[in-house]
Every structure is written in C-alpha cells, then in structure tokens.
C-alpha cells in the first residue's frame, strides 16, 4: 500500500486525531465547510497573547481533511502566534508527505484555512494560504 | 454506422472501443473503468468525427447567409434537430428548443412559461429527489411570484410517495417538475402516472430527463410530458448541448427567453416581435457544431437501439448489487429491484468517508462520484452528508463491476483498524 495516498501515517492521525475536541471559553474560534464534499472544521485556540497556548479542532469529512487538521494541530500548539501566521500550504504540504492531488487539496488544507480565519478574523483565499 | 452488432446482438466490448478516452491506459496500465456517465458521459469516434467535420467542412453561421457554406451549416444543424425530435418521438421538430444543458432548459420554462402563468399563491410542487437544476429555478420563480413550493415526500425505499403527490396536487397545483429518473437513487419514477395525475388535477409538467432519455426509451407522445428537458453530454453528445422538449401549444404561447439576434420577426428602437418557436428561444449564434454532435450521438444509440441500451445497464446493475450486496457495511440507496432502478447506484461503505471511497478507488483508475449529487435535500432525507455514487452506460462491462466491488474492498482493509 505505499503508492496509497493513504499512509499509515496519514491513517494514524484519523484514527487517532490529536488536540480534538473544542475550548470552552477560547481566545478565538472559527469554523467552516468544504461545499464540494461536506467536510466541517471548527478550531479554537487559547493564546497569552504571543503563544498558542491550547488548541483543539473538532469536525467531520474525509480522512484527509481531518488528518491533516490533526498534524496541523501539532504544528501549532505551543508556537508563537507569529509563525503561526507564516505556516504555508507548502508548509503543511511538507507535513503530510504524501501526494495531494487537486482534488483533494481543498480537502487538506480546510483546518489551515479555518486557523487563519479565526487569526485574522476573515477566511484567506485560497492562493494566500 | 456502429459496427458492434453481430447477428442482431450487441458485442459491448466493441461499443466500448468506440469510445478513444476509454482505451488509453492509466497510470499504472490499468484501463479507466469509467462509472459517472450519470455526471457526464465520454464520447464516441462517430460524434467527435461529427463536430470535426464540422468545423473542418461547413463552419459558419447559420440562417440568413446566402452563401452556400452558411446554407449546409443550416441544414445540418436543422437535420440535428430533426434527429434529436425523432429520438424521443416528438411529433415535431420545432418542438426541440437546443439549449446548453438540463438547467438552461428548466430555467427556460421557469423564466418564460413560469413567470407568465405563476401568480401569487399558486403552489409549485416539485419532489424531494430532484437536482438541484430542477428546485432552484422554481424557487426563484417562487420567491418572485410569492408562490408556493412543496416537495413530493419519499419513501424509504427510494420512490416517490404519490399519496403525498395526490393531496398536493388537491391543493390546486399549478405546475409539477419531477426527475424521470433520479440522479442519485436511480428510481424510474412512474412517469406516465405521474403525468397523467397532474394533467388530471390541471398542472403543467416539467419532466427532467436528465438521467433518462441517454438511458432508455423516452416517447414524449406517449409520456403526454408537456415539457421535457435533457443534455446531450450525458447522452454521448458534445459539452454545452442540450435540449427542451415542449408541446408546441405551450411553446407558441410562450414570450421569449432571452433577448438577441436570431430571436426575432421585427424590429425598432422601442419595440419588436418575436420569432416563431424554437427561434424565439435560440437567442444569438447557437452552438451549431455541439447541435451536429448531439444529433450524431442521437443517431449513434439510435442504431444501438434504446431498447438495447436499457437492457445491458439493467443486467450490469442487477450483477452490480448482487456483488456490492457481498461487501461488509455497504449500505445501497434507492430501490432494491433492478426493473425499478437505472443503472445509478448509491452507497456508503461503513462510516469510511465517500470522498475517501472515491479517492481509494480512484487510486485503481476507478472514476466514481462522491458528494452531495447536487441533492442536497435527498441527502438529509437519507441522513447522510454524501454518498459515493457509480453509474454505468453503454461502453461499461462486467470487468467495470468486478473492479469496483474489488475497490471497495480495498478500502476496506486500508480503513481497517
């Protein structure tokens, strides 16, 4: 199964999401859907104003959606909200290790796109991810 | 013209040859087993030769010219409508209006027909199975008019509840759009009752033959359909064709839809008049060349024969659910009996998401649909967020099946923990 999008890695990170659940209060919170295939996730973050202190996403959809929102999550807990803000699709591209085909890619990068949303308060477009 | 019949049967697998798209190798040297003709079907030597020759021979445009050249563009794209008329049994050609797809054809009636005969008050029914392409345009005439909008219920096994029909169309019900056959569940819905219990009540009826006239027989006389609307890309025709069927007493009384040259009898700054139908629906240059195409792809399956073409999906969905029916966890939508049902097949696999059932298969050069369908009413009636979806048509075989059911597989045992 190597040629498989689906990596145990990949797979691991469904099965066994990290950070999931929600932060009641959060410091920001956003969520959003994929239209294309009904994938749903929400974020919340707690920062002390530099860091990412907490942060926990919560949603459904397809494995690669929510997979690669979970190893988001290990990207940002504890960073400073600055290189938060600099994580790129490329970045996140890098992190996932497998090939993403167009198809798909609105899929994988929904938890970046929500993260930055719920930073800046609007969503990105999808070229300024 | 098609070389695939031997002693009157069919040999599919050299219908299938027909198609170029389908004899290249993927990836990794497996044929494409193609299964979502029911978003868009590939397309024959004969009509990619037809649009071809078009532009490579008769390109202009047409009516009007004087010329030789822009005469044959006419007659040949009048020809097509005259193919694409017999091949529902219109008794008319100036019954088929060519449009680009399904939903111009709905909006079509819903902008002309509709916005003329559609007061404040009247009720709209449509069904909970349709397309989107045949609700939002009635709910935009609904919203405009402050008419009503009631959605026929459906039972659980896939087909329409005509109790429901009956007690709104006693309502006074003054138009009925329905899918011939759904997209996502494959129901053929009794069509003929249908109609006949709306004409009965006084309702005009739009019929969406999206996913039936590439499929099967369609007789619009027989039907007594006073509007019928399909495309001519799911029918083995060119992108951007498609065509509205209407009675021609109901399109003669119709104002125009758009506005344009080709549209018109006579014209000043403050005033015109319209062409007779179907020009006064053809606004500016049409697609001729797609036109030419759907024409060919009518006369393709024509010498296939529709008969034919019905019977060998009907045998590949029976073998379909009997398979798919082995693999743990699957859950088939839609009814149970292969008479009731085209060759349109909705699943889940397990709580294995659609888009990762599609992306698994995809994986094996398996082309499948996952998502909403476009029906997202249909989907909360079912309770679901998506369905992954196959759809067979004539250049499908048993090897297409095989391969899906071992696909599904597949996904399985990667999703397994």
């Known amino acids: 199964m190597t040629d498989s999008l689906y990596r145990e890695a990949i797979l691991d990170h469904y099965r066994n999401p990290r950070n999931r659940g929600t932060l009641e209060p959060a410091d920001f919170s956003y969520e959003d859907v994929n239209p294309l295939c009904g994938d749903e996730i929400r974020i919340d973050v707690r920062t002390d104003g530099e860091n990412v202190t907490e942060v926990r996403f919560s949603g459904r959809g397809c494995a690669i959606s929510q997979a690669a929102a979970s190893i988001l999550m290990e990207m940002v807990d504890g960073r400073p909200l600055e290189e938060v803000k600099a994580i790129s699709r490329e970045d996140l591209l890098d992190e996932l290790g497998v090939p993403i085909s167009p198809a798909l890619m609105k899929c994988a990068m929904l938890g970046l796109k929500v993260l930055k949303a719920g930073i800046y308060g609007v969503p990105p477009s999808d070229e300024s991810l | ?417």
């Open chain 2, 1 to 417: 013209m098609v070389t695939a019949r031997i002693d009157n049967a069919i040999d599919w697998v050299r219908v299938r040859d027909d198609f170029p798209i389908l004899a290249s190798p993927g990836p990794k040297g497996q044929r494409l087993a193609f299964l979502d003709s029911a978003a868009s079907s590939q397309k024959p030597e004969q009509v990619i030769t037809a649009v071809d020759r078009y532009y490579r021979e008769t390109n202009a445009n047409i009516h009007r010219g004087v010329y030789d050249l822009s005469e044959r563009a006419t007659a040949q794209y009048e020809a097509a409508r005259h193919m694409v008329a017999d091949f529902i049994n219109a008794a008319s050609a100036r019954e088929i209006v060519f449009v680009r797809n399904t939903t111009e054809a709905i909006n079509l009636v819903a902008q002309t027909w509709g916005r003329r005969n559609i007061r404040p008050g009247d009720l709209i029914v449509v069904t909970t199975m349709d397309h989107h392409s045949n609700l939002i345009p009635w709910q935009l005439l609904a919203e405009e008019k402050e008419a009503r909008l009631e959605a026929v219920r459906i039972m659980d096994d896939g087909t329409l509840d005509l109790h429901h029909l009956q007690e709104l169309l006693g309502q006074g019900a003054r138009l009925v759009a329905f899918p011939h056959v759904s997209n996502s569940l494959g129901t053929i819905n009794p069509a003929p009752d249908i109609i006949r219990m709306a004409h009965d009540a006084g309702a005009v009826v739009v019929v969406d033959g999206a996913q039936s006239v590439p499929h099967m027989p369609v007789d619009v006389q027989h039907l007594d359909a006073d509007f019928l609307a399909f495309s001519g890309h799911k029918m083995l025709g060119p992108m951007g064709s498609g065509a509205l069927y209407g009675k021609l007493s109901l399109l003669d009384a119709m104002p125009p839809f758009m506005g344009g040259g080709g549209m018109i009898r006579k014209v000043s700054i403050t005033r015109s008049t319209w062409a007779d139908v179907p020009a006064r629906f053809e606004a500016g240059t049409p697609s001729v060349g797609d036109a030419i195409g759907l024409g060919a792809a009518a006369e393709y399956l024509q010498a296939i024969g529709m008969d034919a073409v019905r019977e060998h999906e009907r045998v590949l969905t029976t073998r379909a659910i009997e398979c798919l029916r082995e693999v743990p966890e699957i859950q088939l939508f839609g009814p149970c009996d292969p008479d009731a049902r085209a060759g349109v097949l909705s699943f889940t696999l397990g709580d294995i998401h659609p888009h990762d059932v599609a992306a698994i298969l995809n994986e094996e050069n398996i082309a499948v649909r996952a998502g909403h369908h476009c029906c997202q009413p249909l989907m909360d009636r079912l309770g679901v967020v998506a369905t992954t979806r196959a759809s067979f048509y004539v250049y499908n075989v048993d090897e297409d099946v095989d391969r899906l059911v071992s696909g599904l597989h597949r996904a399985r045992e990667i999703f397994a923990s």
